[in-house]
């Protein structure tokens, strides 16, 4: 059974950590971004992903000046297409690294 003192501080470090991990959102809606709901969304995604993470602040960090490319590509049915395959390829290979290194599989 866990002590009190080891079970508030796994509390803190997850509580911790779920923060952290939102940080991209949080700063794209501070800055009222105008991709601010696409980046909360894939943020939710990114939860299984470092990678994804990274990205997800330098965009949000980025600012909006490449706002206007990002738009024409999402604008094609066949980039969004692309967009959400590539995202997901990203995060299965990242919990499948992520389980080999803990030797789940």
């Known amino acids: 059974m ?6 508030w501080v796994a ?3 997850f509580v911790f950590l779920v923060v952290f991990n939102f940080l991209p959102a949080a700063i794209a809606y501070a800055q009222r ?3 601010r709901h696409t980046l ?5 995604v990114s939860l299984f992903s470092f990678a994804l993470w ?4 330098a965009w949000a960090v980025g600012g909006r000046r490449d706002d206007s490319r990002v738009a ?4 094609k049915r066949q980039n ?11 995060v299965v290979f990242s919990f499948g690294s992520t389980l080999y290194g803990l030797d789940l599989i």
């Open 40 to 44: 909360a969304a894939l943020n939710v």
């Open 11 to 13: 509390w803190w470090i």
């Open 72 to 75: 024409m590509f999402l604008a």
């Open 54 to 57: 990274l990205v997800l602040m």
């Open 80 to 90: 969004q297409l692309m967009l959400g395959v590539s995202i997901a390829l990203m």
């Open 2 to 7: 866990i002590s009190g003192t080891a079970f």
């Open 33 to 35: 971004h105008p991709r």
